[in-house]
């Protein structure tokens, strides 16, 4: 019964801030950062001359029947731009999620079982490195190594997007450089994170205790040191997401992957005020998902977060 209370709650104030977010970009578009073409698109679509209160009003009316209004281009609607944008945009951040948590939690882990070995210093430093790069320049110089072997014969590393239904193969080579690009932001946050977390285990007295007893390191691990010491990582997830939604735009329009990214670059581009409250709808209701997961998941791992 909690859990139900709990999502309904939680599904509850999704709702009320996602009405916040369109607020906050209707008021920033329509009354701040007003342009031409805002402007038209606004009259043409939800009322010439009507107060802008009547017309955030018209909006919130259609949307709540699934309609996110047209684009500036003649006879494009937003959904069915957001719709087709979308899973190059899930491909990015789901695989790239994937990768951050992997490569993060392995070189933590594996630094934290060597401290102050040259293992322990080179895959920190390495992590330290993937950090302090910008987004935009790892993009920039994993599309020029792209650029460097596609004059390869049959070259598999590309950019632009095939779907994983039309081709599993050509979608992994399409995708294996915009994964590093945006992991590469947070594997450095995540490493440092799970190497604090597991050296705190490993001066637990319990950990002390099942070595005295004589139990097997692989039993240690598993059973006793994993699980504590990735529920910070866990917990650091939301986070550590939004970056790297921010990162994906920015990769998005690198290797022109076509995803909500590069929709959104093009829109606040060319003023297209449907596409930019439409896709900051979206992102905020994906940050919202991922967040309510990860709390689900934190409560699994650790019995002493109780959801209410």
């Known amino acids: 019964m909690s859990l139900v209370l709990f999502l309904g709650r939680r599904l509850l104030a999704i709702i009320v801030l996602a009405w916040g977010v369109t607020l906050a970009a ?8 007003k342009s031409p073409a805002m402007s038209a698109q606004i009259n043409a679509q939800l009322g010439a001359g009507r107060p802008a209160v009547v017309q955030y009003l018209h909006y919130l009316d259609r949307l ?67 950090l302090v790069l910008p987004a935009f320049l790892s993009a920039l110089l994993l599309l020029e190594f792209s650029s460097a072997i596609d004059s390869t014969p049959n070259a598999w ?15 992994l080579g399409r995708m294996i450089l915009p994964w590093i690009a945006i992991a590469a932001t947070q594997v450095g946050v995540t490493a440092r994170l799970a190497r604090a977390s597991m050296l705190d285990v490993l001066g637990e007295d319990y950990i002390q205790l099942a ?18 010491a990735i529920t910070p990582v866990i917990s650091n997830i939301t986070v550590g997401f939004g970056m790297l939604l ?22 606040v581009k060319s003023g297209d005020l ?35």
């Open 64 to 130: 709540l029947h699934g309609n996110l209004g047209q684009t500036l281009a003649v006879g494009v609607s937003v959904d069915n731009l957001l719709r087709a944008s979308l899973p190059p945009t899930l491909s990015l951040i789901i695989g790239g999620l994937v990768l951050w948590l992997l490569l993060g939690t392995l070189i933590g882990m594996v630094s934290a079982l060597r401290p102050g070995s040259w293992t322990d210093k080179g895959v920190t430093m390495a992590a330290l490195t993937g």
């Open 157 to 171: 590393l590309q950019p632009g997007y095939v779907s994983l239904a039309h081709s599993p193969a050509d979608w």
């Open 211 to 228: 070595r005295a007893q004589g139990l097997a390191t692989r039993r240690i691990f598993w059973h006793h040191l994993l699980r504590p």
């Open 246 to 267: 921010g990162s994906a735009a920015i990769v998005d329009q690198v290797f022109a992957l076509g995803g909500i990214g590069q929709a959104l670059l093009v829109a």
């Open 274 to 308: 449907m596409v930019i409250m439409g896709a900051a709808l979206l992102t905020f209701i994906l940050i919202s998902l991922v967040s309510l997961v990860v709390d689900l998941g934190q409560a699994l791992l650790d019995p002493r977060v109780h959801i209410a």
């Open 26 to 33: 209707f008021a920033l578009f329509r009354i701040g950062l």
